[in-house]
C-alpha cells in the first residue's frame, strides 16, 4: 500500500473542524493529522479534549502553533483551513506558497463574481494576486465540478446551504426544464450549529427551543454561490433561511415552476440521470420525501419532489447534515478526488 | 351585570378542547361551561383531570354524556364542537335544530365550492340540509367576516395554517398588487400539537425530534379555506407543510411576487391599514420579523416582511399559536363577537 | 377601591425580571411599574421591546436610569430587584434609606449564617450594617413564613432550586418522621432559564440540547438556603444539579428513609395537613406524580410521593416553574403578603 | 483470513433492533445478516426501508418468516432476538434446540432469582425446561461476566438502565468500600427510545417535549438485574427512572455513602483498576463529569463522580448510549466475545 498522507487542519475547535478530524483520524489513507491552534484565538498549546470533552479518553489532541517550516518538517501536503473567512483569505497563499494544497472550509474563495463577493467586505479586494487565486479556486461540489477537482491546489468547499440548494436545482436547470421567469425560491431550515459554536443571544437555548425564526432574508452569504453555481441572475432566486431547534441538519424545500407539464416519471429520470454514478446523492421515489433525520451523520444529500397535478408546479426537498455533507464531509470527499482515491473512503 | 352565559364543550379531551375549556372557564361572561363527551370515544362519565393531569387539584371537570334535553335543562345556549368533522358534520344540525348557536372547530362547514369538500369525503356530500347549512355558515375569521359573524347560528371556525396564511395575505390581494400570474407560494411550519392528540408512529417523540419534514404537499385540506377566503384559483397557489419538532406554535413565510416596485413603507402602511382596529393583529415595523415564541400563549397572528432591493420581490412571515388565533382563542373571539362583547374578553 | 400601588423593577433585561414584568403589568391592585435600567449593564434610555421583542405592539416599556430623587417623585413605594446578587447587596440598603420596601430576587439577602453566606464571596462580608440588614431580611418562602412577610422592609426572595426542595421536605422534617442520620438526598433538574440570560458555552443551544449533565456538585449556591430553612447539617443533605434541554421548569426527586414504617395515606396526610389552606402548592394523590409539564406557566409548587413496599424509603417529586413559582411568581405572592391582598391576585 | 459468520437478527423493525442490524452489516467478520420478520407482528414479507425510511438507496432488506429449516439451509450460526420478552421466552429455546447459539436483548433470560423474575409474569414459570434454560444463560455484561461469555450458548443481554447502574457501582461495591446500610440511590434519565417504538400517549411528542417525569418508582423491571449482578438485597437500592425530551442515551446520578473518608485519587483508582483493560467502559478524571451528548453514538459507558468534602458522601454520574452499550453495541460486544474477536470489531 502506498504511503499514508500527512494533513493538517487549523480550526479543529470549531464544529465543522471537529467533525472533519474526527473523520481524518479514522480515513485509512491518512497519518494522524497535525492539529494547529487559530493565530487569533491563542488556542495554540491548548489541547482539543479540553474544548470537546466528548475526545476524553481516546489519548491526547495537542493542538500545535502554526509554522511553516514546522508542517514542512512533519511532512504536511494538505491543509484543511476551517477557520472564518478572513483568516483563510489571508493564509490560503501563504500555504500555497510554501507548496501545500489547501482545501478551504469558508465563504473565502467560493465566489467568481465580484458583485457576489461585495457581502463579505474582503479586505484584499483589490488585490490582484488575491483575483488570481480566486480565479483558480475550484469550487468544490464534486457531484458538479468533479472534473477540476483532482488538479486543484484550493478547493472551496461550498457552503452548507448552497450544497442543498443547488443539488436540488442541478439536474433541472440543466435540462433546461425551469421557467426561469416565475422565479426560484428556496425555504430553508437550519439547525443551530450552522450558526458556530460562539455564544450569542442568538444561539442560546432559550433562544432557539420551542421557536422558529427566519433571518438574513435576501442577504444571505450563500446566496452568491447559488447563482454562480447554477448561472441563475439575483432576480431568479429568492432563498430564506430559517433556524430550526435542532443541533444539526438542513432541509431547503425549493419551488420551481416547468416550461410544460411533465410526468413524475419525467422528473425523477431527469435526476436520476444527472446523478447516476454519484454516491452521496440519495434520489427518494415519489411519493416519499426526505427527512433531516434520514440524512444526519450520513455524508447523503438526500432528493424527493412532489408535482402538482397540472404537472407544472414542482416542489423540491433537499437535506443535507450541515457538518458532513455541508462541510467536513464534503470536504473529506474532495480530498478523495484530489488524490484520486474512491469518494467514499473514510465517510461510511 | 348582565347575566352570564352558558355554553357548552364538546371535546375537551382534544388539545383544542382542552385550551378551549381553560380560556371558558376564566371568561367573565360566562358561567362554567358543561363539558361533553364525545360519543365515538366512550368519554362520557370520565373526568378530565384522569385525561390530563394538568388540572389536578384545581376541582373535578367530569365530563356528560350528550343530551339535547340535557343541555337545554341546563341552559345551555352555545355549543362548542372540538370534534373530528365527521362528528361536527352530524352534531351541527342536530345542536341548530334544538336552538344552539354552534361554532365548530373542525373542517365540517369551513368550505363553500363543492371541489373543496372533496378531500373530506363526506357522507352527507349530496343532502340538500347539508347544502343549505353550508350556506348559512360564517367562517369565523373576525379580521375578514367581521360583518357576518354576530348573526351566525353557525360559526366555521378557520384552520390554524389557514388563519396564519390568509391573514398574510389579504391586505396585499385585496390591494390588487399581488402578481397572481407569478403564483403564491406559502411554506408553513407547524408544532406538533396541530397534528391532534392520537399517537402514531409521526407523533412519536423519536420521529420528531432532531427533524424536519414536509408532508401533503398539494393535498392539504386547509388549502381549500385559503383559496376560497383569498379568491385564488388552486394554480395560484402552493402550500407545503412541514412538521417541527416543537409542541406547538405556526410560522408560515409566504412568497408573492408585486405587480410593480413598492416602498417597504408602502408595504407596511397596507397592512397597517387593512388591520387598523384589529386587535389580534400584530404588524411588526421592518426589518424585524415574527418569531414563533413571539406569539406563543397569546392570541395574536403576528405579521412581518422582508421586501427585496427591486421593490417586487416579497418575503411575508406570520405566526400563530396553532390551540389559541389558530383554534380555541380564535373561537372565543368569534363568541365575543356573537353576542356583542369586547373582542379582547377572556384573551389576555 | 383603594389606591394603586406603584411599584418598580431594576432588571427588566434578565429572564425573572422579564415575567415579573408581565406579572405586574397585569396585576390589579398596581400602576404600571416603572422600570429602570441596570446601571452596570447601560440598560438606561434602552426600551425593553428592543430586548424582548415579545412584547411588540402593546406600547413603550422605556428603562429609565435609577435616581431615588425620581423614584420617590414617581410615589414608588415597593423595588423589585432582579439583579445579580453583587448589585442587590449594594442597591438594597440605599432602597431602605430612601424609605422603599424591597424585594430582591437574587441570593444577596436570603442566607443567615455566614458559613453559607462564603460561596457569594461579597464583597461587604465584614460591614456590621450588612450584617444587621442580613439579620431583619425575611426570606420570602410564605409557605414557611407567611407570619414574618407583612411586616417585612426587605424580602430575600428564594432559589429556585431551594423552593422544590425546600417545599418538598418542610412537612416530613417538621413532623419529626425523617430518619436524618440515613441521609437525604435531592437529586433535581431544571430548564435553562434557570442559568439565565448571558449566553455562554453552556448556554449554547448545541450544548444544551440532545444532552443532560450534572453541574455544582457538593458546590451550588443553593445548599445554603436548603440547609437553614430545613434546619439540617450539611453533611445530612446532597443535592445534586442538572441541566434539562427545556427551557424552564425544574423537577427535584428528593429520597429520604423514615424512621419507622409509615402508610402511603399517613405520608399524604402530613402533607395536606402541612400545607392546607396554602393556595400554592398542589399535592398529588398516589400513585399520581408531578410531571414539569404541569406546573409551567403556573405558580404551583406540585408535590408528589411514592413510598416503598417496606414504608420506609420514600421518594418525593416536586416541581415549579423556576420563572414563577421559582422566582417572579412567588415574589408577586410575597408582594400580595406584604400588603394584606390575596395570596392569589395577579396570578391566576 | 476465516470464514465470515452468518447471523440472523429477529426484530429488526424496532429501536435496537434497527440499531443492530446496521452494526452487522458493517461488522468485518459477518455476512450480511438474515432479517426475520416477528412472528407475531405479521413483519414477514415487509420490506425494512419502508419501516426505515433512513435505510433508503442502500440496497433492499427484505424480512424473511422465520423457518429453522431454512436458517440452517442459509447456514446461520448465531441467532440475535430484539424481540418482546415473551417472544424471547419461547423461541430461545426452540432455536438452542435446532443447534443455534442465542443473544437475546430482552428481560427473558436475565433473572436467576425466582422473586425478581415475578415481575415479567412469565407464561412458563413453573415449567422445568425454563428453569434449565434460566441457569445456563449468562448475563452478558462483558466487563463482569467476561469469564463465562465466550462458552455460553445463550447470552441474555442487559437492560440499559442496569448497565448505567451495575457499571458505576460494581467497582466500589467489590472493593468493599460501600456503606451499603445507607443505602444506595440510582436516580437515572432515559431519552425516550429506551421506552420502544410503539406510539402511545406517553410517548407521543407533546407529552415528552418540555418535560420531565419520573415513572415506575420501586416497580421497573431491571432492579432485579442490578439486586442480582451486585449481590443487593432489595432494601439497599432505591432506583428512578426518568423521561427525558431526548431521543436516546441514559445519564444515572448515583448516590453512596462510604465506609470511611477516602481521598478523590483513591476513588479513580478504584474505577481505573477495576476497568483496566475494558475497552468500552471511560473513567473520566474529577472533576469532569460525563454528559449525555459525550457517549452518544458509542458504545462507551461513561463514569465519573464527585466526593464530598467529608470523603464520605459520594456522587457518582454514568452515561451509556441506551441503544448501543445499552443495547445492540453491547450485543455485538457479546458477540465478539463468544467468537474470539477483538472487543472493538465492528463498533468503532
Same mark, same amino acid.
Given at each position: 500500500?502506498?504511503?499514508k498522507?500527512?494533513?493538517?487542519?487549523?480550526?479543529?475547535?470549531?464544529?465543522?473542524?471537529?467533525?472533519?478530524?474526527?473523520?481524518? /483520524?479514522?480515513?485509512?489513507?491518512?497519518e494522524?493529522?497535525?492539529?494547529?491552534g487559530?493565530?487569533?484565538?491563542?488556542?495554540?498549546?491548548?489541547? *482539543?479534549?479540553?474544548?470537546?470533552?466528548?475526545?476524553?479518553?481516546?489519548?491526547?489532541?495537542? /493542538?500545535?502553533?502554526l509554522?511553516?517550516? =514546522?508542517?514542512k518538517?512533519?511532512g504536511?501536503?494538505l491543509? %484543511?483551513?476551517?477557520?472564518?473567512?478572513? @483568516?483563510?483569505?489571508?493564509?490560503?497563499?501563504?500555504?500555497m506558497t510554501e507548496?501545500?494544497?489547501?482545501?478551504d472550509?469558508?465563504?473565502a474563495?467560493r *465566489?467568481?463574481?465580484q458583485? $457576489?463577493?461585495?457581502?463579505?467586505?474582503?479586505?484584499d479586494a483589490?488585490?490582484?494576486?488575491?483575483?488570481q487565486?480566486? =480565479?483558480?479556486?475550484v469550487?468544490?461540489?464534486?457531484?458538479?465540478?468533479?472534473?477540476?477537482?483532482p488538479?486543484a491546489?484550493?478547493?472551496? $468547499?461550498p457552503?452548507?446551504?448552497?450544497?442543498?440548494?443547488?443539488?436540488?436545482?442541478?439536474?433541472?436547470l440543466?435540462?433546461?426544464?425551469?421557467?426561469?421567469?416565475?422565479?426560484?425560491? #428556496?425555504?430553508?431550515?437550519?439547525?443551530?450549529s450552522?450558526?458556530?459554536?460562539?455564544?450569542?443571544?442568538?444561539?442560546?437555548?432559550?433562544?432557539?427551543a420551542?421557536n422558529?425564526s427566519a433571518?438574513?432574508? %435576501?442577504?444571505?452569504?450563500?446566496?452568491?454561490?447559488?447563482? =454562480?453555481?447554477?448561472?441563475?441572475e439575483?432576480?431568479?432566486?429568492i %432563498?430564506?433561511?430559517?433556524l430550526?431547534? @435542532?443541533?444539526?441538519g438542513?432541509?431547503?424545500?425549493?419551488y420551481?415552476y416547468?416550461?410544460?407539464?411533465?410526468?413524475?416519471a419525467?422528473?425523477? #429520470?431527469?435526476f436520476?440521470? %444527472?446523478?447516476?454514478?454519484?454516491?452521496?446523492?440519495?434520489?427518494?421515489?415519489?411519493?416519499?420525501?426526505?427527512?433531516?433525520?434520514? #440524512?444526519?451523520y450520513?455524508?447523503?444529500?438526500? /432528493?424527493g419532489?412532489?408535482l402538482?397535478e397540472?404537472g407544472?408546479?414542482?416542489?423540491?426537498?433537499s437535506c443535507?447534515?450541515?457538518?458532513?455533507?455541508?462541510?467536513a464531509?464534503?470536504?473529506?470527499?474532495n480530498? $478523495?478526488?484530489?488524490?484520486?482515491?474512491?469518494?467514499?473512503?473514510?465517510?461510511?
Open positions: 500500500m502506498a504511503a498522507l500527512q494533513t493538517a487542519v487549523l480550526g479543529a475547535t470549531g464544529y465543522s473542524g471537529l467533525e472533519l478530524t474526527r473523520l481524518l /483520524l479514522r480515513h485509512p489513507r491518512l494522524k493529522p497535525v492539529l494547529l487559530r493565530p487569533d484565538a491563542g488556542h495554540a498549546n491548548v489541547n *482539543l479534549v479540553d474544548v470537546f470533552p466528548i475526545l476524553s479518553g481516546n489519548g491526547k489532541y495537542p /493542538l500545535q502553533p509554522s511553516w517550516p =514546522e508542517l518538517r512533519q504536511v501536503k491543509l %484543511f483551513l476551517a477557520t472564518p473567512h478572513e @483568516i483563510s483569505r489571508s493564509l490560503a497563499p501563504e500555504a507548496g501545500l494544497r489547501v482545501i472550509l469558508s465563504g474563495w *465566489l467568481k463574481r458583485q $457576489n463577493r461585495a457581502i463579505y467586505n474582503f479586505q483589490d488585490s490582484v494576486s488575491a483575483a487565486l480566486t =480565479e483558480r479556486a469550487y468544490g461540489l464534486p457531484e458538479l465540478n468533479r472534473e477540476q477537482i488538479d491546489a484550493l478547493v472551496a $468547499n457552503g452548507c446551504y448552497a450544497t442543498s440548494v443547488i443539488l436540488a436545482l442541478a439536474p433541472l440543466h435540462a433546461g426544464i425551469v421557467d426561469r421567469e416565475r422565479g426560484i425560491i #428556496s425555504d430553508s431550515k437550519s439547525g443551530v450552522g450558526a458556530g459554536k460562539g455564544p450569542n443571544s442568538r444561539t442560546h437555548f432559550v433562544s432557539v420551542d422558529l433571518y438574513s432574508v %435576501f442577504g444571505h452569504r450563500h446566496v452568491g454561490e447559488m447563482l =454562480e453555481q447554477l448561472n441563475l439575483d432576480r431568479e432566486l %432563498f430564506t433561511p430559517h430550526l431547534p @435542532i443541533p444539526r438542513i432541509l431547503s424545500t425549493v420551481v416547468l416550461n410544460s407539464a411533465m410526468k413524475a419525467e422528473v425523477e #429520470s431527469c436520476r440521470n %444527472f446523478y447516476s454514478g454519484r454516491r452521496w446523492v440519495r434520489v427518494f421515489a415519489t411519493p416519499q420525501l426526505p427527512q433531516i433525520q434520514f #440524512s444526519l450520513t455524508n447523503n444529500c438526500d /432528493l419532489f412532489c402538482a397540472d407544472r408546479r414542482l416542489v423540491l426537498v443535507v447534515d450541515n457538518l458532513l455533507k455541508g462541510a464531509g464534503q470536504a473529506v470527499q480530498m $478523495n478526488l484530489m488524490y484520486g482515491w474512491n469518494e467514499e473512503e473514510g465517510l461510511l
